[in-house]
């Protein structure tokens, strides 16, 4: 029952999560600014961006609830803290602000902290668990590369 509470939670914090990076986008992928850049030949179309999200989020949360019911550690608190910022910040840093170096810089932090909860909470316990990053792990990879073409052609 434990690991229903802590899905529910972290269902609500990574979809709570998610839509305020969508307000703080700042109508991000459909301002002029974003449509106006040299954007990578492998990106996407805009819908799959939110599909993509929907089933990391539930993937991640999935991950994290059984994580928190086998852990409890200010450590782990903290390295979740720190993903859930950088995750939300981005969305600001890039669209809204414009700051696409900044922004790449706080994407590749991401990617290599969630790398870290794939390695370092990985034990026996979630062997197979730690599976349910590779969605998350998989995603930022792309979401990095669409970044660094933009900051590197723009």
Not at 9 to 37: D, E, H, Q, T
Not at 66 to 80: N, T
């Amino acid at each position: 029952m434990k690991k229903v509470y802590l899905l529910i939670l972290f269902i609500v914090i990574n979809f709570g999560g998610l839509a305020l990076g969508y307000y703080l986008m700042n109508n991000g992928p459909n301002s002029i600014w974003y449509k106006s850049l040299n954007q990578a030949p492998w990106t996407p179309p805009n819908w799959v961006f939110s599909w993509a999200w929907t089933l990391i989020m539930i993937c991640f949360s999935l991950y994290l609830s059984y994580l928190f019911s086998l852990r409890k550690s200010a450590h782990l608190i903290i390295v979740f803290s720190i993903a859930f910022i950088l995750n939300v910040s981005w969305n600001f840093l890039f669209f809204n602000q414009h700051l696409t170096m900044v922004a790449l810089v706080n994407i590749i932090a991401l990617t290599l902290l969630i790398i870290y909860f794939y390695i370092s909470f990985g034990d026996e316990k979630l062997s197979k668990l730690k599976y349910l990053l590779l969605p998350y792990i998989l995603w930022l990879c792309i979401a990095t590369s669409l970044n660094a073409y933009i900051v590197f052609y723009n």
